[in-house]
């Protein structure tokens, strides 16, 4: 089968839901080609034959076939909103699987996969933080009611009803030194309105530094730790700049996310929308949309295309995984669902993609991973075991 990397591109960023109107129309212009056509029958064909070998399939994958074949059939029909998006689904989650090792099915079993060993389940993280003003005082905002909850230096700061941190300037001659801080542990995430208006999510296990006020200020600047995803508010004349423990990220007005955990080999930043610069005490880079900077150890940075949605979807309350290892895979479970991880013997070196909400049970989660046949799990307290 003749690859077509463009198409398979296009259709990744309309099953996200990041394509651009440019982008979309493209995508509906090529699907309406019969050579275009043939190509996705055939894709899918094969993905389909791939799953059909090790595993069961639901009767929903089942169908997914013919909902797909009913899509390609009629792409002329399709409204300009991309009405198809919920049949899509269908066939995305199963076209998200990659056949190069280790096999990860949802909505599946494996037929001879052990059952994972469960002394007792462990709930999902939840929203929450720990907001610390600029003299010290903390606040839990699980604890806080909805409606204003600190009044500092000229600004207001509340609470929503969905949780989110709001700030709001209320006197021209606010303090641009006095800093807050948010903060989450493991199995908690926010979000926080800062006072320009940027839109900031904070995943587990993560901390934002940022001034209670930007006026008088020539540049917006943050310190970020963990990982964040930032819909930075356009201001040309000031641009917004996070800094992490090795690099600086400068934008005028974008959407991007930051993994910089320290448990992680290498500090990834992905690009949606927009543009950013990425500094380092070696180089710099400029990221398009869809690209993602990889900056390792000695400082070097490396650009590549990125699929923005695996990036984001943490943000999106879902696990998705990438071609992971199974320690990154734990990882991302340790600090959502606030575990150990520990070992035992050998460690599967299979790779595992596809993805499940974090609001499941810890167990689900790991019986999805199990249903593969290549990794085993026992939970005991907030601890889990893993073998091969």
Same mark, same amino acid.
């Given at each position: ?35 275009n056509?043939?190509? =996705?029958?055939?894709y ?29 059939r ?5 409204? +300009? ?11 995305a989650?199963?076209a998200?699987?990659i056949?190069?090792?280790?096999? =990860? ?7 001879? $996969? ?15 933080? !720990?907001? !610390? ?9 699980n ?5 204003n ?8 700061? $509340? ?12 006197d021209?001659g606010?303090?641009?030194s006095?800093?807050?801080s948010?903060?989450?542990? +493991? ?5 926080? +309105?800062?006072p ?5 999510f904070?995943? @587990? ?18 310190s970020?730790t ?5 819909? &930075?508010?356009?201001?040309? @004349? ?12 400068? &934008? ?10 320290? $448990? ?13 610069k990425? *500094?380092?005490?070696?180089n ?5 949309p ?20 695996v ?10 995984f ?7 895979v ?5 600090r959502?669902?606030d575990?150990?991880?520990?070992? &035992? ?9 596809g ?5 499941d049970?810890? *167990? ?5 991973l ?7 799990f ?11």
């Open positions: 089968m003749k690859d077509n990397p463009r198409l398979l591109a296009l259709y990744k960023l309309h099953r996200d839901k990041l394509a651009s109107a440019e982008e979309q129309e493209e995508f509906e212009k090529l699907l309406s080609d019969q050579e056509e043939e190509f =996705l029958k055939s899918f064909d094969e993905v389909w034959g791939k799953l059909s070998e090790p595993v069961y399939a639901s009767q929903e994958i089942s169908n997914s076939r013919e909902i797909l074949d009913d899509i390609i009629s792409p002329q029909k399709l409204p +300009r909103k991309v009405k198809l998006w919920p049949k899509w689904a269908v066939a989650s199963i998200i699987v056949f190069t090792g280790g096999y =990860l099915y949802f909505q599946t079993r494996s037929q001879n $996969s052990k059952s994972t060993e469960i002394v007792n389940d462990i709930a999902p993280g939840k929203n929450g933080a !720990t907001l !610390t003003l600029a003299n010290g005082q903390k606040i839990l905002i604890d806080a009611l909805a409606g909850i600190a009044t500092q230096a000229g600004v207001s700061i $509340s609470k929503n009803a969905s949780g989110q941190i709001i700030y709001e300037i209320t021209n606010s303090n641009n006095a800093y807050n948010l903060s989450t542990t +493991r199995g908690e995430q926010t979000q926080v +309105r800062l320009d208006g940027t839109l900031v904070l995943n @587990a296990e993560s901390s934002l530094k940022y001034p209670t006020s930007f006026r008088k200020l020539d540049k917006r600047q943050v970020l963990g990982e964040g995803y930032f819909e &930075v508010a356009k201001d040309k @004349a000031h641009p917004f700049i996070v800094k992490t423990a090795n690099q600086e990220v400068e &934008v005028l007005g974008t959407h991007f996310n930051i993994n910089t955990y320290s $448990s992680e080999s290498n500090v990834r930043t992905t690009l949606l929308e927009g543009s950013v990425i *500094s380092s005490s070696n710099s880079k400029i990221l398009k869809n690209e993602q900077a990889i900056l390792s150890g000695d400082g070097n940075i490396r650009v590549s295309e990125a699929d923005a949605a990036a984001v979807a943490w943000k999106n309350n879902q696990f998705m990438d071609s992971e290892n199974i320690q990154t734990m990882r991302m479970i340790e959502w669902y575990v150990d991880v520990e070992y &035992v013997g050998e460690i599967t070196d299979e790779k595992f993609w993805g499940v909400s974090r609001f049970k810890v *167990s689900k989660v790991l019986k999805s199990e249903s593969t046949g290549k990794v085993h026992k939970i005991e307290g907030r601890k889990i075991y893993v073998s091969k």
